[in-house]
């Protein structure tokens, strides 16, 4: 099935498949919201039909599709806690329509499940090529050099930064492709900071563009060993790409400032300020968020962003910090299309930006709450740990 | 305000003098560890010091709240109990019994003999070099740690974080301030330093021979790979604690409520609070029953209990663990009890793991059968700490036993588990044991006889308070807590008074005494000892002396003053028995009445006497007659002051070594409070270093002594004096001064002298002196040696005609005795104005 293809599972959520295939992300117009409205109560009749779970769910907060008719409507579909799927298996569909398994990376503790049909997965993706392809990064024409700072998998590994990771390979012919996460004889996966820099120094003899993909912590660990080896900065292609993923917010101790962070990317790697982006995403929330020139989050025409406050839960004004509430009609697998984050951030109208997206853009403050929220970050912390 | 980041030894300095610094710090530590000081008398006297200066309205309390309330990282109620706590934790009582507790001595550096049989020393040794590393969470730890660590002796190097207060270090500095002797200071070094400087970090862990790691689990992590393999790793991470109810008290409403008043107190921020209840059942009904009861009590009780209000952050995490088990209900995994003003919640749980609770007043509500306490809590043993337990009796033995191998460490009732107690183990271990190292020597034969090598220095002293008099100090009321062991006291002097001791004081006393005995020659591998105290109507003797010869691990019959004196002797010889213990007395009827036994035996090797005086003409019979190859005072001591001195092999006569481990000794002249000339007569003041509840401070026990300057040839440094009688056997006549210890001394040396001596001191022109004794010699006789030997009698009676000297022979009930335990008195002053005590 190639993406012109996509199909949502049922003919009753033909207005899910239009709105997930409107090809411009940041479009922000009426239109467009009375589609997510619709949407949404479709989504929403879908789950509460096929999902016990979400059904009983409804009852009990006495909720009914009916009662949505507006976008400012769709913050009152119950949500379900992020951190609900890390202990739960919900699904929507019968178990032999899941296409895909995705767990977070975590290597300890409990690891993050999410069932995928392949509409699911597939729409998303599907989103990151309008993404890529609004930006200009989709480069047929060009050869890049992919440094990938993931797992290296074996086939079918169900792990989902990687798949992500090798997923954003599709859009520029690689010549070579070098993972910085090498999988070991024993199952395990080690930090190959030499080969990283060996082939970042190939990447800038050989000329052409490089794309960086995946943790920035291990990015930083490079960059912190090429300065430590006293090793003269390098010249990248200038159409290079960092798109970088995941996050420093586990382990704040060693993080920098994402600013200062690119400037010492831009600094080292010689790739311009512009090129460098970070995604924001999870297994929980694919809808995939994508900095602009400017570093912001904006939202994508696929999905809504509400804040919420943190005791009350009531939904904040634009400048508020409280919880990341995602909603999107686009899952049709598990009952996640009204989803509370863990992240604390705020909400900015898009006019604040520069970058002439007119979708609010979003902050991330870090987490919310007390506890070790272990996610992919922190499992490559781990292993950083282990490798000193 | 003090705005430099860091203490460096007593000094405020800035980010780059510490980072100048720590290339010396190598060889600051080595300087310090070369110097021999003992911290521990300094560090208390400042801890106390510390403690006074914390009370509400201190000049120093003001500053350390407002730096505190500045900073912003404690509210003001937290800022309150975390200094009065503080102020608790440094009190001298609460201090040396958590030393006494975890380091079993109050001299727990001191190389002592572990068995008094064999030459083997052990003490306790500071690791050396001690970094702790702070939490951020609790403003009072990372201080309060570095105090432990000065406990152990350590040179305590603490590292906050990058962002936290510098209470610590403002606490600290004054701490080392307040020490009188001057070595404190030097031992502290605090330090703010971000975590991402990890090679200053490191450059500063390399020395440490102790990490003591506070915090949660990714900064003790963290530390862990800091710390050099070869120090010693302390680790104090999070712990978390739970209440469990057993089958038949799930209606036990008191306890329930006690649980829920538990919950509701310091917001479960102490790691004893409940985070969860277990319920004993399998049953949802039950469970939900029982939740229900929860929330009623809690509904009473909460509203009771002032609220501290979560910050941002807690009410994220609140919000966060709440939805979910909302969702939960959905599956009907779970369900939420909470109250309409959002202040407290209950989260009911079918499943059974334990889990960690948001606080500020939330609980797990979970079921756990007995069956399954091991299976479902050993998995996370490491973080386990207190269980409150609520259970009837018979259930109590099997819970805890399977609490503990869970791997819990406190057990309590339910609704108590925040109390604790003074000393309590901390997470599972003592902490000051932890911050030591346990060191031994095995001795040459030359310190052989000496137990304790700290005989062997010789300290400072400085003497301010007044004399404390016999009278004063039987006045004192001793507090209860250190009423714990009565015994009679005064009886030499008047009416019986009883002398109070805790129970701690009096083993250290015998433990003292045990080594006095073992310097005077007893060898308790080999000697087999009677006791032949006095026991019972309160006399401490017996008692005393089973003590220490079971300190000694000495072999032991325990005879007492028997009145069959037969049975004793052929005891005595059957037994094998070498040596003796009790009073001259005693000793001297028991060998007289078993005269042909004792002389057929000649097995008694050594005598150990005390109580009374032993006159030399007794002790020449002993050696010659029953072969007694050494005679010595068992201990000098008193009831009220305990030992005091004690003899050596080479202490002959009335020689003795003071026992300078209990107290100080000054030798003040005999009519006015100053220092006596070295060699000359004076009254004995004792200052006992340690004793709980009352002080002993400048006490005169009515004893005259001289110094002996000369070092003794056993070795010891303890300063050694002679006895010289009692303070009232000195008396003002005839326009001399007299001692009656004299007149017994030049009879017992002319003449086989044995019978008892009383003076009598009565008014007349000139006054009279009458000498009244059971001696069979005849009186003139006794007169003539008299005026012979003793030239200041001669004196005054011959020369300057102010005193009239009669002799009188009486039988022994004739002498005036006291009224308590019968003793001989010595002088009877029966002059009007009664001069006699000077």
């Known amino acids: 099935m190639t993406t012109a293809e996509l199909r949502v599972p049922g003919p009753s959520l033909s207005s899910v498949e239009k709105l997930c295939a409107i090809r411009t992300p940041h479009r922000s117009d009426a239109e467009a919201d009375s589609l997510f409205v619709v949407a949404m109560r479709e989504a929403v009749d879908w789950h509460q039909e096929r999902s016990p779970f979400y059904r009983k769910l409804l009852a009990q907060r006495g909720f009914q599709t009916s009662a949505i008719h507006t976008i400012a409507d769709c913050a009152r579909i119950p949500f379900v806690p992020a951190n609900f799927f890390k202990s739960h298996e919900v699904l929507s569909i019968p178990r032999e329509e899941v296409f895909l398994h995705l767990t977070s990376s975590g290597t300890t503790g409990q690891k993050s499940q999410i069932f995928f049909d392949e509409w699911s997965i597939r729409a998303p993706q599907r989103m990151i090529d309008f993404i890529f392809d609004a930006h200009g990064w989709t480069t047929p024409q060009t050869p890049v050099n992919y440094l990938l700072y993931s797992y290296e998998t074996e086939n079918g590994s169900k792990l989902g930064t990687a798949y992500t990771d090798h997923f954003l390979c599709k859009y520029a012919p690689g010549r070579e492709v070098f993972t910085a996460l090498r999988l070991t004889e024993s199952g395990k996966h080690d930090f190959d900071v030499f080969g990283c820099i060996a082939a970042l120094k190939r990447f800038a003899e050989g000329g052409a563009p490089v794309r960086i993909f995946g943790f920035p912590a291990f990015l930083y660990f490079t960059l912190q060993r090429m300065k430590a080896l006293g090793l003269s900065p390098l010249k990248l292609h200038p159409d290079s790409l960092v798109f970088l993923g995941g996050g420093w917010k586990s382990h704040a101790d060693q993080a920098i400032d994402k600013l200062a962070f690119y400037e010492e990317i831009e600094a080292r790697l010689g790739i311009p300020g512009v090129r460098l982006r970070d995604g924001f995403g999870s297994v929980e929330h694919c809808i995939p968020y994508v900095e602009c020139e400017h570093h912001r989050f904006h939202v994508p025409v696929w999905s809504r962003v509400f804040i919420r406050d943190l005791g009350t839960l009531k939904v904040l004004p634009f400048g508020e910090k409280g919880f990341l509430h995602f909603v999107s009609p686009y899952i049709t697998s598990v009952p996640a299309h009204s989803v509370l984050m863990g992240d604390l951030a705020s909400l900015h109208p898009g006019h604040e930006c520069a970058c002439g997206a007119a979708t609010p853009f979003f902050t991330i403050h870090g987490r919310a709450g007390t506890s070790k929220n272990k996610s992919c970050a922190v499992a490559a912390a781990e292993l950083i740990q282990r490798e000193r | 305000m003090q705005t430099l980041p860091h203490l460096w030894q007593g000094v405020w300095i800035d980010d780059a003098a510490l980072s100048d610094r ?728 002319r003449l086989e002298f044995n019978g008892e001596l009383q003076l009598v001191l009565s008014d007349g022109t000139p006054e009279i002196l009458t000498l009244r004794t059971t001696s069979a010699h005849p009186p003139a006789r006794l007169r003539e040696i008299l005026l012979e030997e003793y030239t200041d009698l001669r004196e005054i009676v011959v020369s300057d005609g102010t005193l009239a000297l009669e002799i009188v022979s009486v039988q022994p009930e004739e002498l005036a005795r006291t009224s308590g335990s019968g003793k001989l008195l010595h002088i009877v002053d029966r002059r009007a104005a009664s001069q006699a005590k000077l």
């Not at chain 2, 779970?334 to 334990?354: C, F």
């Not at chain 2, 020449?620 to 003899?647: E, M, N």
Request: charged fraction near 25%.
């Open chain 2, 22 to 749: 720590i290339d010396g710090l190598a060889d600051e530590i080595g300087a310090t560890l070369t110097r021999r000081t003992t911290l521990l008398p300094g560090l208390l006297g400042a801890c106390e010091a510390l403690a006074a200066e914390l009370r509400p309205d201190a000049e120093l309390r003001r500053t350390l709240e407002s730096h505190l309330t500045e900073h912003g990282a404690a509210t003001p109620s937290e800022v309150q109990d975390g200094l009065d706590g503080i102020a608790a934790f440094l009190t001298r009582e609460n201090l040396e019994r958590k030393i006494m507790r975890e380091l079993g001595s109050g001299d727990p550096f001191d190389l002592v003999r572990i068995d008094y049989r064999e030459k083997i020393y052990e003490a306790w040794a500071p690791l050396g070099f001690l970094v702790h590393v702070a939490p951020t969470n609790a403003f009072t730890v990372g201080a309060l740690s570095v105090i432990e660590g000065l406990l152990a002796g350590n040179i305590c190097f603490l590292k906050t974080g990058g962002a936290d207060s510098l209470f610590a270090q403002l606490l600290l500095h004054r701490l080392g301030a307040l020490d009188l002797t001057g070595t404190l200071a030097a031992h502290i070094y605090v330090a703010r330093i971000s975590s991402a400087k990890q090679d200053l970090l490191r450059a500063i862990f390399s020395n440490a021979d102790g990490v003591a790691a506070w915090g949660g689990e990714t900064g003790i992590e963290g530390t862990r790979k800091l710390a050099p393999l070869s120090a010693r790793f302390v680790d104090w991470g999070p712990k978390i604690s739970f209440a469990y109810f057993a089958r038949g008290s799930f209606e036990n409403v008191s306890a329930v409520d006690a649980v829920a008043r538990e919950i509701c107190l310091l917001e479960q921020q102490a790691c004893s609070s409940p985070q969860c209840v277990f319920v004993e059942t399998e049953d949802r009904a039950v469970l939900d029953a029982f939740a229900n009861r929860l929330a009623a009590s809690l509904q009473a009780i909460s509203p009771g209990v002032p609220r501290l209000a979560p910050g941002p952050a807690e009410r994220a995490e609140i919000t966060q663990v709440t939805e979910v088990a909302r969702a939960e209900a959905a599956l009907d995994l779970a369900h939420v009890i909470e109250s309409d003003d959002g202040t407290w919640r209950i989260l009911v749980e079918y499943a059974s793991g334990l889990r960690a609770s948001p606080l500020y007043r939330t609980v797990w509500v979970k079921p756990l059968p007995r069956a399954k306490i091991l299976r479902v809590l050993r998995p996370l043993r490491a973080y386990l700490q207190t269980t409150g337990v609520v259970c009837e009796d018979r259930d109590l033995a099997e819970l805890t036993h399977l609490l503990i191998q869970a791997g819990v460490l406190r057990v309590t009732a339910g609704g108590r588990m925040l109390e604790s107690y003074v000393g309590e183990p901390h997470d599972g271990v003592y902490a000051l044991p932890r911050y030591c190292r346990r060191i031994s020597l095995q001795s040459t034969t030359d310190v052989a006889r000496i137990s304790d090598l700290a005989e062997l220095a010789v300290g400072a002293r400085v003497e301010h308070a007044p004399i404390l008099t016999k009278e004063a100090f039987q006045d004192f009321r001793v507090d209860d807590r250190y009423s714990e062991l009565f015994f009679k006291s005064g009886g030499s002097s008047g009416e019986p008074k009883l002398s109070v001791f805790t129970y701690a004081d009096y083993h250290e006393q015998m433990r003292l005494a045990a080594e006095g005995l073992l310097a005077a020659g007893l060898d308790p591998a080999r000697d087999r000892c009677m006791n032949l105290f006095f026991g019972g109507g309160l006399y401490g003797g017996f008692v005393s002396f089973f003590t220490i010869l079971e300190t000694l691990r000495a072999r032991q019959f325990p005879m007492a003053a028997h009145a069959d004196h037969e049975f004793v002797a052929q005891t005595i010889v059957d037994q094998k028995i070498t040596t003796l213990l009790g009073m001259p007395s005693y000793l001297m009827q028991l060998f007289s009445k078993n005269d042909a036994t004792f002389k057929k035996y000649c097995g008694v090797e050594k005598i150990f006497y005390g109580g009374e005086h032993l006159g030399e003409t007794q002790k020449r019979k002993f050696h010659s007659d029953y072969g007694v190859k050494l005679i010595r005072s068992a201990t000098y001591g008193s009831v009220d002051a305990g030992p005091l001195g004690y003899q050596c092999v080479n202490s002959d006569g009335s020689a003795h070594h003071l026992h300078a481990r209990l107290h100080r000794l000054e030798i003040l002249e005999l009519d006015r409070d100053e220092p006596a000339t070295p060699g000359e007569p004076g009254r004995l003041i004792f200052t006992s270093l340690i004793r709980q509840g009352q002080r002993i401070e400048r006490y005169e026990v009515g004893d005259l002594g001289r110094w002996i300057p000369d070092p003794c040839p056993c070795g010891r440094t303890s300063p050694r004096f002679e006895l010289l009688g009692r303070h009232g056997d000195v008396f003002r006549i005839g326009s001399g001064f007299l001692t009656y210890g004299k007149f017994s001394r030049y009879l017992e040396d």
